[in-house]
Structures are given as C-alpha cells and as structure tokens.
C-alpha cells in the first residue's frame, strides 16, 4: 500500500482513519480501566478535531495545500484550562466553530453523484451520506456505522431527533466489510443531494423537538459530573 501511494495511487485513508478512532474510543468506553488499556488509536486527529471546533490550541501559519491539523501542531500551540474552563469551552455554544468544514458556495448548491463531479465535491458528500466504515485488523474485520445525522449542523442542516439504527452490527466478515468499502466510497451511485450554504447561525439549526430531547437526554451530566 505504501508503494502504491508512493507511486501516486490515491487511496481513501480517511474512512481507516475514522474507523480506527471509532474503535478506539468505544473500546475506551467499554474499559473498566481505561488508563491500563493497552489499545492504540490515532488520537492525534481527535486533538486536532478539538481544536478546529472548539478552539482548544493557538494556531500557526499554515500554507493552504497542507492538512489542516497542521495549524495546531506543535506542543507549544496547546490552551491550558482547570476543570470549569474546560467545560464551559466545551460546553457553551458560543466556543464552536460549528461550521469550520463546510464547503464555502455562494447559495445551495445540486450535487448529482454521477462520477463527473469536482473531487472536493464528491469527497464532501462522501461526508455528508450515512454509511459504515471499514476497518481491518489482522484477522479482524471491524465495521461502525457513520450516521451523519446526528451532527447535521456541521453542514448547515437542520438537526432532528436522531434516530437508532434497525441493524447496529459491529463486527463482520471480509466478504462483507468489502461490500461496506464499496458502499462508502462509491463514485457512481446516481444520488443527489443539496449542500448548503453558509448558516448565519448554526447553533439554532435545530427542531422544537431535538431541543426538547435533548434536555431529556443529558439532564443534569455535564454538571453533576464536572469533578470526574
């Protein structure tokens, strides 16, 4: 695979990537004791992920065709916060960049994904679409479910109730994670979609009904667990 790059094969390292964070994070979950865990995951993304959306590093110059974590690299960028400063950073709505990703369009914009579309516009709606993301390691072949829907905003939708999957599988078999490979990165599958423009708020994208659940949802845990 590494010659393959090397020799200017374009591969989608971003659906690996984002699998291999999934896993690691649920496993973190599922840990009685997760500062034993001896499980790796690129954890590098998820600091950089932080600080594009919540602004948890200074950023440096960066010049506009290298990766965009690259603005917070480096231990010297890193914001310090005690226990209240760091939820309220979190917490509070008015610290999100909520739509740091989109992409930038004068109005709402047809996508048709018919293989004949600019590569930023495919790769967006690769994005944007709810799939399950592959991932194999030796012997084991993981698959997560990627639902999109849940974090509309950050395209510039309106944020709904979400919904629970009918089929929540986890982990599958080489035939099948192919088939999900395929699925996901599909050139040619005829879809359309509208990309949205630009919200001037993004925060208040969202239903009566999505307010109200997720009240119902969080209650009280981001306070009453603060200390932990």
């Known amino acids: 695979m590494a010659s393959l790059m090397a020799n200017g094969q374009q591969v989608n390292l971003a659906i690996l990537v984002l699998e291999n964070i999934y896993d690691g994070l649920n496993t973190v979950e599922i840990s009685p004791k997760p500062v034993d865990m001896s499980h790796s995951f690129p954890i590098h993304f998820v600091y950089a992920w932080l600080a594009y959306y919540f602004k948890t590093?200074?950023?440096?110059?960066?010049?506009?065709?290298?990766?965009?974590?690259?603005?917070?690299?480096?231990?010297?960028?890193?914001?310090?916060y005690e226990p209240q400063e760091a939820h309220k950073q979190i917490h509070k709505t008015e610290f999100i960049s909520w739509v740091c990703n989109m992409l930038v369009k004068d109005g709402p914009f047809k996508f048709v994904h018919d293989g004949h579309a600019e590569e930023l516009?495919?790769?967006?709606?690769?994005?944007?679409?709810?799939?399950?993301?592959?991932?194999?390691q030796g012997g084991r072949f993981i698959i997560e479910p990627y639902s999109p829907h849940r974090f509309g905003r950050q395209f510039g939708y309106y944020q709904d109730v979400p919904r629970t999957l009918k089929y929540d599988t986890r982990v599958t078999s080489l035939e099948e994670e192919l088939r999900y490979w395929r699925l996901c990165a599909l050139s040619k599958s005829s879809s359309k979609a509208w990309f949205s423009c630009l919200p001037t708020n993004a925060k208040k994208l969202c239903s009566e009904a999505y307010k109200a659940w997720w009240v119902k949802v969080h209650r009280t845990f981001f306070m009453t667990t603060l200390h932990v």
């Open 57 to 80: 590093r200074y950023s440096i110059w960066q010049e506009l065709c290298s990766p965009k974590m690259m603005r917070f690299s480096g231990e010297g960028g890193a914001r310090y």
């Open 121 to 136: 516009n495919h790769n967006y709606f690769v994005a944007i679409h709810s799939s399950y993301l592959t991932l194999r």
